[in-house]
Structure formats: C-alpha cells, structure tokens
C-alpha cells in the first residue's frame, strides 16, 4: 500500500482525480491498489473541493475494524485528517450485534424486499378499533365508533410525514371528534334544564327577575380534550390506533409476532423466508439478539417511524456527509447500501471493491446490482485497475483457477511481477493437520524475516490452529489491532479482505469452500494475500478447481 501511495500510476491518477459529483465505482482485482488510490482520491478531494467538504465531512467505510485499524494511517500520511472512518455497522451505534444470523434468513434481511416489509410493517400498526369505545367525562358519555376510528387512520395517512410525526393529526381528528360531541351534549343538557326550570315557574310572576341556564358541565368553550387524552381507556386507544414507536420495538414486534410477520410480508417473502424472519421475543428491548443485518433494517425503519420524542434533538438526525467512500462494496447488501445513500448529501460517492472477490449472502454479477440501490444522479461510472501490483504471477496462476471455476466471466488482473517461488503445497492428516500448520508458519517468518507472515483458517479451525502454535512455542497473536504487528498473525478468512502480507499459509481449502457462504470466492480472497510466498496445507481433498497440483506429504 504504502509503494502504491508512493508511485501512484497513470490509471490510478485517473481515478484519484476524476469529478467529485455522482458515484464512481472502482473495481480493481487484488493488489490493484484501490484501496489505497480511494483514500488518496479522498485526500485529493479534501483538497480541490476543501470549502464545501471540510464544512461538510467525508465518511470512509470499510468492512470490518481490523481493516480500519489497517489503513488509517494513510489519510493523516496524504496530509488529511478529520475523516470520519466506520464500519457499516457503526453507522448504528444504538444497537449491539449478539448473533448471527442463519443463512436464508441473512440473505432475507439483506434484500430490497425487506423495504417493502418494513414499509407495511409500519402502516400495518396504523389501524382502526376493533370495538367501539365509551369514556365518560363531567356525566357525558363520550363514543368513538370504530369507524369513526377507521376515518381518524385515514385522516392521518393522508398527510406527509414520518409515522410517529403524523400521531398528532390523530389526536387533532379526535379532539375535534370528542369536543363535538361534548358541546352537543352540554347544549342538550342546557336545554333540558331551560325547559324543565321553565316548567317549574310555570305561572309565577317574573317581572324583574333574570333567570340563568344552569351549566353543570362548566363553560362551553371549554377544551375538554385534555382531560379526555389522559383517560385511560383513551391512551390505550390511541396506541392501539397509531402507537408512538421506535426501530427497536417495531422490528423487535414484527419478529416476535407471526401474525404481523404474515401481513407484513405476505406478497414479498414466501414461507420459508418468512419463517427464517421470526424469532422468540426477548426479556427486554437491551437483551435483543441483533445481528449484523439488523443494523440496516433498523436505519431503515428509524427514517420511516422518525423521531419519538415530540420535541427532537439533533442526534435524532442522521448526519450526512459531502463525499463517501465505501471500500469493498460488492459485499454491502441492498439494504446497507441504501443506508449509505441516506448518507449522502448530495450523491457523491467513491465505491470500490472488486466483484470476483464478492463473498457476501448475495454475490453480486455485476456493478449494476450495487448502483441501483445508489444515488442515480448523474448516472454511476466505472473506472478498471488492470494491473495487479501485490500479488506475484506464480500466485494469481493459482488463484485464478478458483475464480475460472466460481465466475468464469471474470478474469483476474494482470500481475506487475513475479518471485520465482511456486506456491507449495502440503499434504498432512486430519491428527496432524494444526501442528504441520505450526510448523510451515515458523518457517515462512523465518523466510520472509523482518516481514510479516499470516495464517488464514476456516472459523472451525481457528482454536485448535492457535492451540498448535501456542504449543510449539511460536510467536504469533490473534486478529485483532496488535496482531497486524506481529510477524506471525492468525485469521478467520472472513476478515482478511483487503489485507496484505509477504507469506500466507492456507489452511485447509475444502473447509472454506464448505464453510463460508460464498466459498470459493472467499478462497479466492485468501489465496491472493501473499506479496512474496503461498503455502497451502490441508488433510482433506483439495477443491476440483485446485485438483491435480501436486501436494507434497508432510
């Protein structure tokens, strides 16, 4: 990255300097630099367009807190600081991530569709009485029909708004719905008194004497609505009618209940999918589960309900910005992707990823499938990195049969070098499988000394990978901030997108393959980590798009 930055090329410089307005989509295979070209195209615009920016913030999202922690030091490098840098998830602060979700139901919650559900979810908690309602205020009996109700839902579904914005033309129709019917009866009451007190004077002489209607419900211009709102049978029926609701209550709701799970997505999601939505209810809102594609639909339904409070503050708001970059991007789904449009003040957007390196629940084919979800105007560009810069020649021959056989449409960019290094393969056996991985780990630091040397794992692996390592005494440290400075570090293979390293040892590729949603694509990703040296060591048969390079025993 930092040899990128340093020698930036002719169509790296391209990018880094096209226009600020609209989406520009950087697809670059690995080590093509477009992570690097990204911020400084971010540093470029901080400092061409610094009037409008500074004022109105640039937001950088990358995939996961590791690889922030990786790159954050290149912005302050170019000069800039200042930049806003998140995980998409950070985007929801509120919420903490407790689960995971399975695979059906990931790809569910993922989907456009679930901007549909959401939308009905919400109408579908804007609804008449089931039963009429009597409340008594000064000895008048108060009646609200429940079609009177179904007409005050619809008084307040006509006019625009957020959800929670528009309870209050709720209460307007029943306040002048109640206060009607109050002044009729007062009127009635008056009446009756006037006649039955005329009739009780019947014949006495009145001259001189000025008689007064009696008023024993108090003065007629009186508001009695706020006497009314505070009954409880009335609270109750306004909640039942258009409750005040947060994200949480209502996405909390809808997964609960099955019956609104059903109204909500019946047309959108078949049985399957919907099933896959519900879940048991939780103690409280605190102890919900949520998980990461949650996040987005809870952004997703905070704009549609709007704030709670009748008087919002300004965190309440979400906060927009004048130019986004989103580092690897094909694997954003429609609804984190609509978050991040949210987020855009005015359509300007950097997006880069690389779609053969797409392992999210639903792989995109093309760019096409990302921009629809992005401000449209002006319509997105692209703009290719052939040249692949990280990865040597011998390495990418590897790994692009992975991706021959994942997407063959796709081809891998062209590597700027070669080591002479064929990447190795071991063979061990199931028992022996973490202490050879041990073993080969301590030899690749050893060969690429004072580099750095990563061990990329299936999940399941991981314990047992590490437990080997400790026990052969070899300095390694798990994934996290630290570990990217030690010489050895180990992987989960979900979180090495974007990351680079002199040597990598794969462990165990069918297990990947078996494991992740999108398998070979994710090894893909782990294959083309290297800058020096690739080893692979496994126990079971190789995947068919490796089969027939030769293992050697270990």
Known sequence: MGDIVATVQREQDEVIRSDLAGVLVVQGGPGTGKTAVALHRAAYLLYTHRFPLERQGVLVVGPNRLYLSYVEHVLPSLGETGVVLTTVEGLVPDARVRAVDGRLAARVKGSARMAEVLAHAVRDRERPLRRPLEVGVDG???????????????????RPGTHNARRRHVERWLARHFQDQYGLSLERRRRTAAESTHDQLEGFDLDGFELESPDPAGEEGEDVWPRIR??????????????????????????????LLELAAEGRLNEPERAALYRDRSSSLDAIPWTAADLALLDEVRVLLGPRRLRPREDDEIRTYGHIVVDEAQDLTATQLRMLARRSLSGSMTVVGDIAQATGPSAPEGWEEVTSHLPRNPAARVAQLSVNYRTPSEVMEVAGRVLAAVAPHLRPPLSARSTGVPPTFLLGTPASLATTVADVARQESDEVRPGTTAVISAVSLLAAVGGALDGAGVDFAYADRKGLDAPITLLAVGVVKGLEFDSVVVVEPALIVDEEVQGLRALYVALTRPTRRLTV??????????????????
């Open 537 to 554: 060591v496994h126990a079971d048969e190789l995947p068919s798009s490796l089969a027939g390079l030769p293992s050697v025993a270990h």
């Open 230 to 259: 505070r009954l409880p049978p009335v609270a109750e029926a306004l909640d039942r009618m258009w409750p005040l609701l947060s994200p949480e209550e209502l996405l909390h709701d809808l997964y609960g209940a099955r019956p």
């Open 140 to 158: 008048v009996i108060l009646r609200l029909g429940v079609r009177d109700s179904r007409q005050a839902v619809a008084f307040a579904r006509r």
